[in-house]
């Protein structure tokens, strides 16, 4: 199923949750909404759901109008076909699990051995074999988020809505179940929509990544396009690139960091763009012996903080008064190194990118002040 989205604005009273969306998903996609806290993206998984009515805009499914505010359609949320599992899943405390994930199947009428089928097949899926018989008042958190999961499941829907269905599980179920997710949703041919704040769940599940800011998007595309090339400073930010420092620009390929004469060798950037900030991962600034001598982009500093992970440790080196970069290094190197020493860092050009601070639709409606 395709989903498309025009131009959807969806209000509660006076605060805009989603502002003019666009956005198209392909059958059989995996399309994961990113985004920080209360930027919209429940909302507009509601909105498809038929759950919200939006003030504006079109929705439709496989060319079939969900919903057009112009021409007054509104399809009930029970006619769309269109499952959700929701960030607060709701999952019925009186019954077992087996009638918790049978309830939709039963609702419609379908023969006794075709839900106790499938209802089995959800139920390993998500992973609570031997659950079956257990009153779901009597589960974990994150057993109750399978549940609701394997309920979803279980309706076999053209689309899917995912708000956050695997948040309550530990790291190796998490991991396990969303293979089994990715595994299920290219064997049915599921459209998805999926939210997550992990970060890495979301590169792995996603076809396509929505970057969503202050009821926008304000990019999108394919995991590494979205990783290796935010569009600016404040997505860049979100995705974890730890040193986003301010900049100014000196000619087409240098910038000096604000404050101080020190200058860097970058690649061609975009000026217009108002305030500048150089990005670059930790992992990608080289440290000590690694950091080639004589480089332009090779500077010195001194060990302000120094912080062992286990496997790695993260260096926090000051280049200049208020200029520091976090930097990633060996467990060797957090033996052999002390606070204060001074180091040699390398920046290499290709490893930063010079991005306004935000995108450039937001960055008028963050002048506006209407955030
Ligand atoms: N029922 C509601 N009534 C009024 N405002 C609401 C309602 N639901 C959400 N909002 C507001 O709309 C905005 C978007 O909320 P939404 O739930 O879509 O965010 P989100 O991106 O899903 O956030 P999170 O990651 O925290 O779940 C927020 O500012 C929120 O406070
Ligand atoms: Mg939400």
Same mark, same amino acid.
């Given at each position: 199923?395709?989903?498309?989205?025009?131009?959807?604005?969806? $209000?509660?009273?006076?605060?805009?949750?989603?502002?003019?969306?666009?956005?198209?998903?392909?059958?059989?996609?995996?399309?994961?909404?990113?985004?920080?806290?209360?930027?919209?993206?429940?909302?507009?998984?509601?909105?498809?759901? #038929?759950?919200?009515?939006?003030?504006?805009?079109?929705?439709?499914?496989?060319?079939?109008?969900?919903?057009?505010?112009?021409?007054?359609?509104?399809?009930?949320?029970?006619?769309?076909?269109?499952?959700?599992?929701?960030? $607060?899943?709701?999952?019925?405390?009186?019954?077992?699990?087996?009638?918790?994930?049978?309830?939709?199947?039963?609702?419609?009428?379908?023969?006794?051995?075709?839900? +106790?089928?499938?209802?089995?097949?959800?139920?390993?899926? %998500?992973?609570?074999?031997?659950?079956?018989?257990?009153?779901?008042?009597?589960?974990?958190?994150?057993?109750?988020?399978?549940?609701?999961?394997?309920?979803?499941? %279980?309706?076999?829907?053209?689309?899917?809505?995912?708000?956050?269905?695997?948040?309550?599980?530990?790291?190796?179920?998490?991991?396990?179940?969303?293979?089994?997710?990715?595994?299920?949703?290219?064997?049915?041919?599921?459209?998805?929509?999926?939210?997550?704040?992990?970060?890495?769940?979301?590169?792995?599940?996603?076809?396509?990544?929505?970057?969503?800011?202050?009821?926008?998007?304000?990019? /999108?595309?394919?995991?590494?396009?979205?990783?290796?090339?935010?569009?600016?400073?404040?997505?860049?930010?979100?995705?974890? %690139?730890?040193?986003? /420092?301010?900049?100014?620009?000196?000619?087409?390929?240098?910038?000096?960091?604000?404050?101080?004469?020190?200058?860097?060798?970058? !690649?061609?950037?975009?000026?217009?763009?108002?305030?500048?900030?150089?990005?670059?991962?930790?992992?990608?600034?080289?440290?000590?012996?690694?950091?080639?001598?004589?480089?332009?982009?090779?500077?010195?500093?001194?060990?302000?903080?120094?912080?062992?992970? #286990?496997?790695?440790?993260?260096?926090?080196?000051? /280049?200049?008064?208020?200029?520091?970069?976090? %930097?990633?290094?060996?467990?060797?190197?957090?033996?052999?190194?002390?606070?204060?020493?001074?180091?040699?860092?390398?920046?290499?050009?290709?490893?930063?990118?010079?991005?306004?601070? !935000?995108?450039?639709?937001? +960055?008028?409606?963050?002048?506006?002040?209407?955030?």
């Amino acid at each position: 199923m395709t989903i498309k989205i025009e131009n959807l604005t969806l $209000s509660y009273g006076d605060s805009v949750a989603v502002r003019n969306l666009s956005l198209e998903i392909e059958q059989g996609e995996a399309l994961v909404l990113l985004g920080q806290s209360g930027c919209g993206k429940t909302s507009t998984m509601r909105c498809i759901a #038929g759950l919200e009515t939006p003030d504006e805009g079109r929705i439709s499914v496989d060319g079939e109008v969900l919903f057009d505010a112009d021409r007054g359609v509104n399809r009930p949320s029970h006619k769309r076909n269109i499952g959700m599992v929701f960030q $607060s899943y709701a999952i019925w405390p009186h019954m077992t699990v087996f009638e918790n994930v049978a309830f939709p199947l039963r609702m419609k009428k379908l023969p006794k051995a075709e839900v +106790a089928r499938r209802v089995e097949e959800a139920i390993t899926v %998500v992973g609570l074999d031997g659950f079956a018989e257990r009153g779901a008042s009597m589960l974990s958190g994150g057993q109750m988020q399978r549940v609701a999961l394997a309920r979803s499941i %279980v309706m076999e829907p053209s689309v899917m809505l995912l708000d956050e269905p695997l948040s309550n599980l530990d790291a190796r179920l998490r991991h396990r179940l969303r293979t089994d997710l990715r595994e299920l949703q290219h064997r049915l041919g599921l459209t998805a929509v999926y939210v997550t704040h992990d970060q890495e769940e979301a590169l792995a599940l996603a076809d396509h990544i929505a970057m969503m800011q202050f009821g926008r998007i304000v990019q /999108i595309g394919r995991p590494d396009e979205i990783y290796g090339r935010p569009l600016s400073a404040s997505i860049a930010d979100f995705l974890g %690139v730890a040193n986003i /420092i301010p900049v100014r620009p000196l000619d087409a390929r240098s910038v000096g960091f604000e404050g101080t004469d020190i200058g860097i060798q970058v !690649e061609p950037y975009d000026d217009r763009a108002g305030e500048l900030r150089a990005c670059i991962r930790a992992e990608d600034i080289l440290l000590g012996d690694d950091a080639p001598a004589e480089s332009a982009n090779t500077l010195e500093g001194e060990i302000v903080a120094r912080e062992f992970l #286990g496997a790695t440790a993260t260096f926090r080196v000051r /280049i200049a008064p208020g200029v520091e970069l976090d %930097v990633f290094g060996t467990k060797q190197q957090a033996n052999r190194t002390r606070e204060g020493e001074r180091v040699r860092v390398h920046l290499p050009v290709e490893a930063i990118q010079v991005l306004p601070t !935000e995108a450039p639709e937001l +960055a008028e409606h963050v002048r506006e002040g209407a955030a």
